[in-house]
Nanobody
Framework: QVQLVESGGGSVQAGGSLRLSCAAS??????????MGWYRQAPGKQRELVAG???????NYAESVKGRFTIPRDNAKRTVYLQMNSLKPEETGVYYC????????WGQGTQITVSS
């Protein structure tokens, strides 16, 4: 069973930066060939995919975060990151990682609060 553990959340003022980490563990899961993504669930809203990185290293981003967020990965550490710059108050929410299709068991997420 794959376990995903997100960390790095916190409170930040608008315009600030945060770097999230997601460590994957569990036998039978080959992280290096997994297409991974970061999701955001804002209060009262559905969870949405904000960034993804494929096994070949290519990335895609939601329009709202393009140019501000990046999603690097470290296959040796089985970890995917989300570097978030110029954060906005509307990006407050719980951030989760999962496969790009959301097929893994969800972790507990990490809370981001952006104040204006």
């Amino acid at each position: 069973q794959v376990q995903l553990v997100e960390s790095g959340g916190g409170s930040v003022q608008a315009g600030g930066s945060l770097r999230l980490s997601c460590a994957a563990s569990g036998s039978g899961f080959i992280f290096s060939i997994a297409d991974m993504g970061w999701y955001r669930q804002a209060p009262g809203k559905q969870r949405e995919l904000v960034a993804g990185i494929f096994r070949n290293g290519s990335t895609n981003y939601a329009e709202s975060v393009k140019g501000r967020f990046t999603i690097p990965r470290d296959n040796a550490k089985r970890t995917v990151y989300l570097q978030m710059n110029s954060l906005k108050p509307e990006e407050t929410g719980v951030y989760y990682c999962n496969s790009i299709r959301g097929t893994l068991r969800w972790g507990q997420g990490t809370q981001i609060t952006v104040s204006s």
